[in-house]
C-alpha cells in the first residue's frame, strides 16, 4: 500500500471510529478519499504545494455539539512555514477573517466569522475556510521538507450541464 494510500485509509478509521462513537453514518467512503483533483478545489491553493487527501464529498465531524457534515476537504502539504501561508491567505482572500487558537499554533482563516467563531467551532466545517498548521512527524513524511499543513473546506463548483449555483448556508 502506498503512502497517501496508507495515510488516507488511517483518516477514514480515525473519521469513521469517531462516527461509530456518535451513532452516525460517514458521508465519505474509502472510495471519495483520493490524492488527486486539485482542479475541483475553488479555493486559491499556495504555490508548490502538495495534495495528500481530497474528500470530494466532504466528512462527517464529531463535534461538542453533534455530528456535523463539512464541505469537501482537501489537504495539502508545502515547504512554506506556517506563517508565510497564512500572509499568502490573506493577499489571496483579503475579505476572509483570520482567527487563531489560544497557542497560536493552528490558524483558521474563513469566509465569515462572528464574534463567538472558534477554531474548529462546528460551523467552521460549512463555511469556505483554510486551516493551517504545522506539519508533525507523522503527516511531513508524505513531502520531504514539509512544514505546514493545510485543509482547504471550499464550496463545489456546480456541475458543467447545471444553471445551479451551489447552495448557500448562511
Not at 488516507?8 to 472510495?31: N, P, Y
Not at 486551516?131 to 508533525?136: A, F, G, V
Amino acid at each position: 500500500m502506498t503512502p497517501i494510500r496508507l495515510l488516507a485509509v488511517s483518516v477514514v478509521v480515525l473519521f469513521a471510529s469517531s462516527l461509530l462513537a456518535a451513532g452516525a453514518g460517514a458521508h465519505s467512503t474509502l472510495s471519495d478519499i483520493t490524492d488527486d483533483g486539485e482542479e475541483k478545489v475553488t479555493l486559491p491553493v499556495v504555490p508548490e504545494s502538495k495534495l495528500i487527501i481530497h474528500a470530494t464529498r466532504g466528512i462527517d465531524k464529531s463535534t461538542d455539539e453533534g455530528t456535523v457534515q463539512s464541505l469537501p476537504l482537501a489537504v495539502f502539504l508545502t515547504l512554506m512555514t506556517p506563517e508565510e501561508v497564512v500572509e499568502w491567505y490573506q493577499a489571496q482572500l483579503p475579505d476572509y477573517t483570520v482567527i487563531q487558537s489560544d497557542s497560536g499554533e493552528h490558524v483558521q482563516i474563513l469566509e465569515r466569522a462572528g464574534d463567538d467563531t472558534r477554531i474548529d467551532g462546528p460551523d467552521t466545517y460549512r463555511i469556505p475556510n483554510v486551516r493551517i498548521q504545522p506539519t508533525d512527524a507523522r503527516t511531513a513524511t508524505h513531502m520531504k521538507g514539509a512544514k505546514t499543513m493545510l485543509q482547504v473546506y471550499y464550496q463545489p463548483a456546480p456541475e458543467p450541464d447545471s444553471d445551479e449555483t451551489p447552495e448557500d448556508e448562511s
